[in-house]
Structure formats: structure tokens, C-alpha cells
């Protein structure tokens, strides 16, 4: 066989993820107060789009100019029929591009570092008609907008700039990022490596201990940032669970340091901050909670489910100021630049349209799976993952999880976060089934609640009785969830019921 140069043409596909559709996957994962401010800041950088009357309305009043059958910004139909499953897979496909350039989306904002992620540049507070935020004060900034006003600079590139936007859209009101990192990654279609770049810079803001993946991370940064991260220090911070447990004979042997030395590393840490988003107005600890959703039993025992139109503004183009501004485009570059704001406007208002679908349809499961909890209780909940509701409603598992990501849902049991309904399952004592973990909180809350100063119940007492309630735990298991509630041991429980008891 002969070797040489020559020409072939193949053809294959290709996932990409276009602004649009990241824009669309990121909407996801906000709460209804923060939909809120993002529509405020469309409603800022298109003059097309107006709010409509409620987030439940109908389309525009029927005298309204309609909208003209123009190629340039109408997308075509192959592409709304499958809005619905690109958002799902977070990705779009190669070939079911918008008729407009993406790259030329958004370049009229000033938020040039957070354009690429539908300007996500902060939440400031919003300005709906019931909205239950109790904010400090007008100036309060939120952690969101601190950090996006840092990237640019931190940044080397646009587009290590844009990642670290995303990043910093992932954090929760205490500023750790709560995805895994590779999740992120996929996400974006780009190597681990260079999101692992992207959180360093995020890392490297202020304050410091942002972007931590846990608690032991944020002190080590906030360590590092105070150039106390020796090794004695290290040690100390990789073992919290002993110092929280009161091992302190232990951690000086680990930490290598004696007393006065300990002393020393106690106080150093005590001054770090655990929760560095909380001090921000935008994610504050002083607000209130607005549910996302709500949920009313029905006369035929069935569930009526909602979404919060009082936080939930609705989006409308202004059809008519749209064919005023085209008749008095001057020139070819005018009425392009047109084209491009009611294609923008169009794909946000179908995001915004998919995003409430999606929410209702993965909280119509959880209600569903959960339907004991929400009649009889706690006792009631059972063991959920994300992957059994993804697989019952046909959704990717990233989907999910983003849906119920900083959202809450009101029922007539209280204000949940849609997270609290996953729970792990262990099993249950006469080996049918499983039963949720936080069943079995609740029932070690309730046990150690009503314990006399003098017959206080050791973690074998706990198991059998949990045992005599159909709840089939190891000791060690007992002793976890106990001290994920935050419970001491029956030594401190006993010292603590006698200190109550001379009070």
C-alpha cells in the first residue's frame, strides 16, 4: 500500500455547550428570589423584554402586534422540539445551533466577566411584589457580586474568568462550592485540571475560604491566607472530628505540641471564620426563607403543587417596541444587533418556561416517593437518591440535582429544603425493606430528648431500644448519626442534665 497525503471526509458529531444552553442549565439551579434579581439584570440589558403581569399569565393581550415571520430570529422548530433535552443533558447538539452567533450574545453588558454565563454577576435583593427577604439594608452586597467583581482582575483570560464565574454561581450562602468539582468539569466540557485552576483562583478572593469544599478546607485556606498552615497546624485541621469529640490528649500527641503550644493553635482557629459567605447581605443569615414551592393536600387525597408566583416574576417581549425599533434600524449592523436581542429574549423566556416544567415535574416525584412523610411525618420518610428520581421521570441525575439545589418546598409540616428528602436507608429490624436515615435521627433525637439526669442511655441502650422500634443499627451507626446531630455522649449528656438540673 502506498503512503501519502490524501483528503478524507468524514462526518461525526459533536456535544457542545453553547452560552444559551449554559445560561439555561445554570437557571437551574437558582431559587425563585434569585431568578428574581437575574430578571431584573435581563430586564436592564434588553430593552425587548418587559415583565407581564404574573409568572402564571397567558402570552400577551391578543390586540398586540404579532411577530414577524423573520428567519434571522425566529429559531427554528427542530430546535424547540429539543430545548427539553439538551437542558437534561447539559449539552447541546452540534447541530441544532441558534440562528444567531452566540459569541455576539451580550455584548452590550457591563458584566463582561459573567456575559458568557447569562451575566450572573450577583443577586442582589430583587423587586417583587411579595418578596419575604429581610435584608439588612439597601447596600448590602452579596457574595455572589463581591466575588464577580474580583474575577476580572484575578483572571488571566476571558475564559478562565468565565469558568471561575460559573464556579462561583455553584456556591451556596456560605460560600462552599456543594458540586463535586469533576460534575462541574463535565458540565463545562473541559478537562478536571483546568476547573481545578478555576476553583484556585476563586479560592485565591475574598474572603478568604471561599470555594471550600468542606469545613477542614476553608480553615486551611483562612491558615494559609494567615501564614499559620505549618505542619502542627495541618494535623490540627485534619483532625476536627477529634476536637469536636474533646480529644485533646489526643490531638497534642497527633499535632506533636504541648500545652501552651495547643493553646495557641486553639485560638488561632477559633478566629477563623467557618461560614465566610455568611457575612454578605445577598446570602445572609438574617433572611428569611422563601419557599420555591408549595404544596397543598387536595379534596381527593391527592397533592396540589405550585410554584411560588409571589417570588416567580414573568418574562414578555414587548412585540410592539420591537416593530418600532425595526422600522427605525438605519443600517444593516442596527438591525442585527436587533435580531439578536429578540433571539436572546426568546431563548430566555423558553429557558425560564423549562426551568418552572422541570422544577414541577421532580417535585411531583419527590412528593410522590415521599407521600408517607408528607401525611404522617418524619417516621414516614424514606431512603431516596437523586438517581431514583432521575431514572422515574427520564431526567439526567445532574439535572436533579440541580433542581433541588437551593430550592424549598411549604407544606403543612413546614418550610423543607428540596435536598432534605434524600436520604440514605439502613435497615429496618424485621428485614423488609429500609428505612431513611433522618427516621432515624429523629427517633435518637426523641429518645435522648426524654432521658432523666440519672438514667441517661448509652449508645447500646440506644441501639436495642431502636431495635424494639424496627430500626436495625449497628452501634457505630448510632454513634455517627448521633453526632451528625450535634448529640454528645452520654458522658457529656449526663454532665450537661446535671448542670440543668442545679440551674
Same mark, same amino acid.
Given at each position: 500500500?502506498?503512503?501519502?497525503?490524501?483528503?478524507?471526509?468524514?462526518?461525526?458529531?459533536? $456535544?457542545?455547550?453553547?452560552?444559551?444552553?449554559?445560561?439555561?442549565?445554570?437557571?437551574?439551579?437558582?431559587?425563585?428570589?434569585?431568578?428574581?434579581?437575574?430578571?431584573?439584570?435581563?430586564?436592564?440589558?434588553?430593552?425587548?423584554?418587559?415583565?407581564?403581569?404574573?409568572?402564571?399569565?397567558?402570552?400577551? @393581550?391578543?390586540?398586540?402586534?404579532?411577530?414577524?415571520?423573520?428567519?434571522?430570529?425566529?429559531?427554528?422548530?427542530?430546535?424547540?422540539? @429539543?430545548?427539553?433535552?439538551?437542558?437534561?443533558?447539559?449539552?447541546?447538539?452540534?447541530?441544532?445551533?441558534?440562528?444567531?452567533?452566540?459569541?455576539?450574545? *451580550?455584548?452590550?453588558?457591563?458584566?463582561?466577566? %459573567?456575559?458568557?454565563?447569562?451575566?450572573?454577576?450577583?443577586?442582589?435583593?430583587?423587586?417583587?411584589?411579595?418578596?419575604?427577604?429581610?435584608?439588612?439594608?439597601?447596600?448590602?452586597?452579596?457574595?455572589?457580586?463581591?466575588?464577580?467583581?474580583?474575577?476580572?482582575? @484575578?483572571?488571566?483570560? +476571558?475564559?478562565?474568568?468565565?469558568?471561575?464565574?460559573?464556579?462561583?454561581?455553584?456556591?451556596? &450562602?456560605?460560600?462552599?462550592?456543594?458540586?463535586?468539582?469533576?460534575?462541574?468539569?463535565?458540565?463545562?466540557?473541559?478537562?478536571?485540571? +483546568?476547573? &481545578?485552576?478555576?476553583?484556585?483562583?476563586?479560592?485565591?478572593?475574598?474572603?478568604?475560604?471561599?470555594?471550600?469544599?468542606?469545613?477542614?478546607?476553608?480553615?486551611? $485556606?483562612?491558615?494559609? &491566607?494567615?501564614?499559620?498552615?505549618?505542619?502542627?497546624?495541618?494535623?490540627?485541621?485534619?483532625?476536627? *472530628?477529634?476536637?469536636?469529640? %474533646?480529644?485533646? /490528649?489526643?490531638?497534642?500527641?497527633?499535632?506533636?505540641?504541648?500545652?501552651?503550644?495547643?493553646?495557641?493553635?486553639?485560638? +488561632?482557629?477559633?478566629?477563623?471564620?467557618?461560614?465566610?459567605?455568611?457575612?454578605? %447581605?445577598?446570602?445572609?443569615?438574617?433572611?428569611?426563607?422563601?419557599?420555591?414551592?408549595?404544596?397543598?393536600?387536595?379534596?381527593?387525597?391527592?397533592?396540589?403543587?405550585?410554584?411560588?408566583?409571589?417570588?416567580?416574576?414573568?418574562?414578555?417581549?414587548?412585540?410592539?417596541?420591537?416593530?418600532?425599533?425595526? /422600522?427605525?434600524?438605519?443600517?444593516?449592523?442596527?438591525?442585527?444587533?436587533?435580531?439578536? /436581542?429578540?433571539?436572546?429574549?426568546?431563548?430566555?423566556?423558553?429557558?425560564?418556561?423549562?426551568?418552572?416544567?422541570?422544577?414541577?415535574?421532580?417535585? @411531583?416525584?419527590?412528593?410522590?416517593?415521599? *407521600?408517607?412523610?408528607?401525611?404522617?411525618?418524619?417516621?414516614? $420518610?424514606?431512603?431516596?437518591?437523586?438517581?431514583?428520581?432521575? +431514572?422515574?421521570?427520564?431526567?439526567?441525575?445532574?439535572?436533579?440535582?440541580?433542581?433541588?439545589?437551593?430550592?424549598?418546598?411549604?407544606?403543612?409540616?413546614?418550610?423543607?429544603?428540596?435536598?432534605?428528602?434524600?436520604?440514605?436507608?439502613?435497615?429496618?429490624?424485621?428485614?423488609?425493606?429500609?428505612?431513611?436515615?433522618?427516621?432515624?435521627?429523629?427517633?435518637?433525637?426523641?429518645?435522648?430528648?426524654?432521658?432523666?439526669? %440519672?438514667?441517661? $442511655?448509652?449508645?447500646?441502650?440506644?441501639?436495642?431500644?431502636?431495635?424494639?422500634?424496627?430500626?436495625?443499627?449497628?452501634?457505630?451507626?448510632?454513634?455517627?448519626?448521633?453526632?451528625?446531630?450535634?448529640?454528645?455522649?452520654?458522658?457529656?449528656?449526663?454532665?450537661?442534665?446535671?448542670?440543668?438540673?442545679?440551674?
Amino acid at each position: 500500500m502506498a503512503l501519502g497525503p490524501r483528503l478524507d471526509l468524514r462526518q461525526s458529531q459533536q $456535544l457542545v455547550m453553547t452560552p444559551q444552553l449554559q445560561q439555561a442549565i445554570k437557571l437551574l439551579a437558582l431559587s425563585n428570589l434569585e431568578i428574581e434579581t437575574f430578571i431584573g439584570e435581563a430586564l436592564a440589558a434588553n430593552p425587548l423584554l418587559e415583565l407581564g403581569e404574573s409568572a402564571g399569565g397567558e402570552t400577551p @393581550a391578543p390586540d398586540a402586534p404579532p411577530e414577524p415571520a423573520q428567519p434571522e430570529y425566529v429559531a427554528p422548530a427542530r430546535e424547540e422540539a @429539543a430545548v427539553d433535552q439538551m437542558i437534561d443533558e447539559g449539552l447541546a447538539a452540534a447541530d441544532q445551533p441558534l440562528d444567531i452567533d452566540p459569541a455576539a450574545l *451580550d455584548t452590550d453588558r457591563d458584566t463582561g466577566d %459573567g456575559a458568557l454565563f447569562g451575566g450572573d454577576s450577583g443577586f442582589p435583593a430583587g423587586s417583587g411584589e411579595a418578596s419575604a427577604i429581610d435584608m439588612p439594608g439597601d447596600a448590602a452586597e452579596s457574595l455572589a457580586a463581591h466575588l464577580a467583581a474580583q474575577v476580572g482582575a @484575578a483572571a488571566q483570560d +476571558e475564559r478562565s474568568a468565565a469558568i471561575a464565574m460559573y464556579l462561583v454561581g455553584l456556591l451556596d &450562602e456560605a460560600g462552599y462550592l456543594t458540586v463535586p468539582l469533576r460534575d462541574a468539569a463535565h458540565d463545562l466540557a473541559i478537562p478536571l485540571d +483546568e476547573a &481545578e485552576a478555576a476553583l484556585a483562583l476563586v479560592q485565591s478572593l475574598d474572603p478568604t475560604g471561599v470555594g471550600a469544599r468542606d469545613l477542614a478546607e476553608c480553615l486551611a $485556606l483562612q491558615a494559609r &491566607e494567615a501564614d499559620r498552615y505549618d505542619p502542627c497546624m495541618a494535623r490540627l485541621i485534619d483532625n476536627l *472530628d477529634l476536637l469536636a469529640k %474533646g480529644g485533646i /490528649k489526643q490531638l497534642k500527641r497527633i499535632c506533636e505540641v504541648d500545652d501552651e503550644d495547643f493553646a495557641d493553635m486553639l485560638a +488561632e482557629l477559633r478566629g477563623y471564620d467557618p461560614k465566610p459567605g455568611l457575612r454578605f %447581605g445577598g446570602n445572609g443569615g438574617n433572611r428569611a426563607v422563601v419557599p420555591d414551592i408549595l404544596l397543598r393536600p387536595r379534596a381527593d387525597g391527592g397533592w396540589d403543587i405550585a410554584l411560588n408566583q409571589a417570588s416567580l416574576p414573568r418574562l414578555v417581549i414587548n412585540r410592539s417596541y420591537y416593530l418600532e425599533l425595526r /422600522k427605525g434600524c438605519p443600517d444593516k449592523a442596527a438591525r442585527a444587533w436587533l435580531s439578536e /436581542k429578540l433571539a436572546d429574549a426568546n431563548w430566555l423566556i423558553k429557558a425560564l418556561d423549562q426551568r418552572q416544567k422541570t422544577i414541577l415535574k421532580v417535585t @411531583a416525584e419527590i412528593v410522590r416517593q415521599q *407521600d408517607g412523610f408528607f401525611r404522617r411525618g418524619v417516621l414516614e $420518610l424514606k431512603p431516596l437518591t437523586l438517581k431514583a428520581v432521575a +431514572e422515574a421521570i427520564d431526567m439526567h441525575e445532574s439535572t436533579v440535582s440541580r433542581v433541588t439545589a437551593n430550592k424549598y418546598l411549604h407544606c403543612a409540616r413546614g418550610t423543607f429544603e428540596l435536598k432534605y428528602f434524600f436520604s440514605s436507608g439502613v435497615a429496618a429490624a424485621d428485614g423488609a425493606g429500609a428505612v431513611s436515615a433522618e427516621a432515624v435521627k429523629a427517633q435518637i433525637k426523641a429518645l435522648t430528648d426524654a432521658e432523666e439526669p %440519672g438514667a441517661i $442511655l448509652s449508645d447500646d441502650a440506644l441501639v436495642d431500644l431502636l431495635r424494639a422500634r424496627g430500626f436495625d443499627l449497628a452501634r457505630r451507626t448510632v454513634a455517627k448519626y448521633r453526632e451528625a446531630m450535634g448529640i454528645g455522649s452520654s458522658v457529656q449528656r449526663r454532665r450537661q442534665k446535671a448542670l440543668e438540673a442545679v440551674r
